[in-house]
């Protein structure tokens, strides 16, 4: 063999070496790899499991308030529906009960809708004072509907206009103004 031929061979045989090594070394590389994953499952394997299970579990409370919530407000509605219907059959006193306890919920779509229903309840039986109480409730009521608290002012001051005096009516609505939120 000549020079020329020595220089050629030993070039393969020295990249067949540097693959081997290669494949050794990153074999090595995986292996120390596999072990630091299990000393990291080892020291955290258990946080990852309960942080999981307090995710899954939260999403299902929350899910079960959300269920339990729009089942009340479907109840909620029933109960006002019923007593439409009792005031519409003349069942006054069934209605008004109903409504009172429907109001109590405040915050809900019907409370405020209730107490409109109290109040003209209590108009068919010339209960103007009894009206015009509730409507001021709605009225000084900072979290009720705009409209519903500008409908309870117009209301109130048109079941007592005849018997107010102007500069009353005027004053109890400065102070609803400045006391609501509106």
């Not at 009340?72 to 509605?77: N, P």
């Amino acid at each position: 063999m000549c020079s020329s031929d020595l220089g050629k061979a030993k070039p393969s045989e020295k990249s067949d070496e540097d693959v081997e090594l290669e494949g050794f070394m990153s074999e090595i590389e995986a292996d120390l790899r596999e072990d630091e994953l299990k000393k990291i499952w080892q020291r955290h394997g258990k946080t990852v499991f309960a942080v999981g299970a307090i995710l899954i579990l939260v999403a299902l409370g929350v899910q079960f308030w959300r269920q339990h919530a729009a089942e009340q407000r479907l109840e909620l509605a029933a109960r006002y529906e019923q007593a439409m219907t009792d005031a519409a059959a003349g069942k006054d006193e069934d209605a008004a009960a109903i409504f009172a306890d429907v109001a109590k919920h405040k915050g809900e779509g019907y409370a405020t809708l209730a107490q409109l229903e109290r109040a003209t309840l209590l108009l068919r039986k010339q209960d103007i004072n009894g009206a015009v109480a509730i409507y001021r409730e709605i009225g000084a009521d900072g979290s009720v509907d705009r409209a519903f608290h500008d409908l309870a002012i117009v209301l109130e001051v048109l079941h007592t206009l005849d018997t107010a005096e102007p500069k009353v009516l005027e004053a109890d609505r400065k102070s609803t103004r400045l006391n609501s939120s509106h």
